[in-house]
């Protein structure tokens, strides 16, 4: 493994074992410097622990991994790792009485090397609550938070453990531009999150990660080439009647419903869609709009492991 240091993170063969729960299950993974690496997956798949491995919070069973560089078995470079690395672990939490501002010069004196409070404060956007205690900020604001003291040691590397849940679809666009803006100074990002958007929109590489074990690997684009199928064509109408002549027109195409109540149908050859268009008009239905779509990283995720990813958008930031 002579090539480590053109990485972020190398890991190879990693193992975490519980008694007789494999927790995480022999994993390996490159992540490039100055990108930002997402791991999706649900809770209790091995996210959390596989990056507090790499953090040095847990020991591994088995395997190697090499963080910036440096061995995490080799104590003297982990005690290093650990200084050159910003976390926010999912659960965070800091100082309830304390404010913004000394919130981050509490958390500043503990490294040699910091970045300025205000450019911290300035970084997350929490100028005007630089003076509020953390405890009166919405959970929105208290992650940012949580992202500002994870770099008040102007870390290379940030492990951000689901920065977004439980936060309403605005606070987590919110802080999609911070993480955004985070690698375009150079920063590398270890994301871990069950969002599929979020995977989709942030993330330079993908790792869908399942019970344990890494299902596979790629840029969001190629993942979806290699595994998401067809297009899928949706036709969207109104009403119970249209929806039933749909079905009996194209019963040979196999449409199914969604949620909304909207006609798929697979476009598995070429041609499919003129084909949906014209019997549709030939029989006068009343429909509303069709559109395609492309296979989506849920699409993926259920073709990877038979399984949907439930994710709640109905999140609010009441906190």
């Not at 010069?105 to 090397?113: A, H, L, Q």
């Not at 790792?207 to 595994?227: C, F, R, S, V």
């Not at 798929?264 to 070429?270: L, N, Q, W």
Request: glycine share 8%; hydrophobic share 40%; net charge negative.
């Amino acid at each position: 493994m002579s090539n480590v240091g053109e990485y972020a993170i190398v890991v190879e063969n990693l193992v975490k074992k519980y008694d007789d729960l494999i927790a995480v299950n022999n994993i390996s993974l490159k992540i490039k410097r100055g990108e930002i690496f997402a791991f999706l997956g649900p809770n209790g798949a091995g996210k959390t622990t596989a990056i507090e491995i790499l953090e040095g919070i847990r020991k591994k069973t088995s395997g190697k991994a090499f963080v910036l560089g440096k061995d995490i078995d080799k104590r003297k470079e982990l005690d290093q790792i650990k200084k050159i690395i910003g976390i926010l672990p999912q659960e965070f939490n800091t100082h309830l009485n304390l404010t913004v501002k000394e919130n981050l010069r509490f958390w500043s004196r503990m490294y040699g090397k910091n970045i300025p409070i205000e450019d911290l404060i300035a970084l997350v956007k929490l100028e005007d609550k630089a003076n509020v205690q953390y405890k009166n900020l919405s959970g929105g604001l208290k992650r940012r938070l949580g992202i500002a003291i994870s770099l008040v040691n102007d870390p290379e590397l940030v492990f951000l453990d689901e920065p977004t849940t439980g936060l309403d679809p605005r606070a987590r666009r919110e802080t999609w531009a911070i993480i955004e803006n985070l690698k375009e100074q150079g920063k590398t990002i270890f994301l871990t999150t069950h969002y599929m958007e979020e995977a989709h929109v942030l993330a330079d590489t993908v790792g869908i990660i399942h019970k344990g074990e890494i299902m596979d690997i790629g840029t969001p684009t190629e993942l979806i080439d290699k595994h998401g199928g067809a297009n899928k064509i949706i036709v969207r109408c109104n009403d119970q009647e249209t929806r039933d002549q749909i079905h009996n027109i194209l019963f040979e195409m196999g449409p199914m419903e969604n949620d909304e109540g909207d006609i798929v149908i697979s476009a598995k050859k070429k041609g499919s869609i003129s084909k949906v268009v014209d019997l549709l008009e030939e029989n006068d239905v009343p429909y509303s709009d069709i559109v395609t779509q492309r296979p989506t990283l849920e699409d993926i995720f259920l073709a990877l492991t038979g399984e949907i990813l439930i994710t709640s958008t109905e999140t609010e930031d009441k906190s």
